[in-house]
């Protein structure tokens, strides 16, 4: 069965650090590019990382520039995003998506369901 699954969401202070994982299943992660999204209740879906095949090349939108870092490891067919310095406005649930070099990113082959990311005090 293909798929992917995050994990490593939860309730986390201003401040504090959460580290989240992406697993892919039924295929090779190593043949696509990889990505983080999030949607917050009420707004638009945003890319916030992405990595590409070999990990040499990463993308953070802006408000995440400098607190997270997007890393995969292939061997483990799995993807990584570390924040750090959370804000309340990073609040959201985080996709994990995998899309073919090339593509846009939001014509994604495979994506998870999500895990939901709350900072809150």
């Known amino acids: 069965q293909v798929q992917l699954a995050e994990s490593g969401g939860g309730l986390v202070q201003p401040g504090g650090s959460l580290r989240l994982s992406c697993a892919a299943s039924?295929?090779?992660?190593?043949?696509?590019?990889m990505a983080w999204f999030r949607q917050a209740p009420g707004k638009e879906r945003e890319l916030v990382a992405t990595?590409?095949?070999?990990?040499?090349?990463?993308y953070y939108t802006d408000s995440v520039q400098g607190r997270f870092t997007i890393s995969r490891d292939n061997a483990k067919n799995t993807v990584n995003l570390q924040m750090d310095s959370l804000k309340p406005e990073d609040t959201a649930v985080y996709y994990c998506?995998?899309?073919?070099?090339?593509?846009?990113?939001?014509?994604?082959?495979?994506r998870g369901q999500g895990t939901q990311v709350t900072v809150s005090s």
């Open positions: 998506a995998a899309v073919q070099p090339g593509r846009n990113w939001d014509q994604y082959d495979y």
């Open positions: 039924g295929f090779a992660l190593s043949n696509y590019a």
């Open positions: 990595i590409n095949r070999y990990g040499r090349i990463r």
